[in-house]
């Protein structure tokens, strides 16, 4: 049976092409309009999965993902670390001094910021980086370009005018695969939980401390407001370790003293980063 996986953006989205590379070529990748939905089908469970894009390596988190796991049931099954190499995508009869302006998502312009104020080029916030490439197709615009994957520019049939727009190399996204139910225990595996304190002196410190009492490597720690009271907030965290290790489970218990809420969103296979 092939497997379905929810993504947000049109064909050819770098979140699709990180299905691809943890699902396979044979995957059924679904397009959504926004996180949100990727979110709302995975939870129905109209699709298998869904992949969301959670913090990239030069601009950071992505806020509307960490939001919508507040109040989901979905689990963190995996995750996957794409490297973004940022092509500037044209109708094929453009050339490059032809471009008046530049449509992409906000973080691709974003990590092209350098090369995009070098051409002098207005640029256009877009909801996606292969939608965009759509959209000037479609419109036939002649005087624009998109900021995408080079798989989007095969995909609509566009020319590829330059390659690794991108303003620093290292340029990487963290992708979390998401799901109705959890996922099987590996032996190499990370945890995600969320947590709130009381506002009060020492209470985050005390809290996080329970991972250094029993010797649990934290690799991200982000925050958000709650939304609830000004300036208080919840606190993302990932961590080195599956929820039914021993150390972790003494963790939780301790974490849980000291905080007035306590959400794991699961623990899955730990990805690696590609050079």
Not at 15 to 21: D, G, L, P, Q, Y
Not at 30 to 38: D, H, L, S, W
Not at 112 to 131: I, M, P, Q
Not at 256 to 264: R, W
Request: hydrophobic share 40%; charged share 25%; with cysteine.
């Amino acid at each position: 049976m092939q497997t379905h996986v929810a993504f947000q953006g049109e064909r050819g989205a770098y979140s699709e092409e990180a299905i691809v590379s943890f699902f396979g070529e044979a995957v059924n990748a679904v397009p959504c309009k926004t996180i949100r939905e990727v979110f709302k089908n995975t939870e129905a469970r109209v699709v298998d999965y869904g992949v969301v894009p959670v913090e990239n390596s030069i601009e950071g988190s992505v806020a509307e993902t960490y939001d919508m796991f507040l109040n989901s049931s979905v689990k963190v099954s995996g995750e996957i670390i794409l490297r973004i190499r940022h092509c500037l995508i044209s109708l094929p009869e453009t050339s490059l001094g032809d471009v008046k302006v530049v449509y992409s998502h906000p973080q691709a312009l974003a990590q092209c910021r350098g090369f995009l104020t070098s051409l002098g080029v207005e640029t256009v916030v877009t909801y996606d980086t292969a939608g965009s490439v759509k959209m000037i197709k479609e419109k036939g615009l002649k005087e624009a370009a998109a900021v995408a994957s080079e798989r989007a520019a095969a995909l609509y049939g566009m020319k590829v005018l330059a390659k690794g727009v991108e303003d620093y190399g290292h340029n990487y996204t963290r992708f979390l695969v998401i799901s109705a139910k959890e996922a099987p225990r590996q032996p190499e595996s990370k945890t995600s939980i969320i947590f709130s304190t009381a506002h009060k002196p020492g209470a985050l410190y005390n809290a996080l401390g329970a991972f250094a009492r029993n010797d649990i490597n934290l690799t991200k720690i982000e925050s958000r407001p709650t939304r609830q009271r000004p300036w208080e907030y919840y606190f993302f965290v990932d961590f080195e370790g599956h929820q039914d290790d021993e150390r972790v489970r003494k963790a939780l218990v301790e974490l849980a003293s000291f905080t007035t809420f306590v959400k794991v969103l699961g623990s899955y296979p730990r990805a690696h980063t590609e050079p």
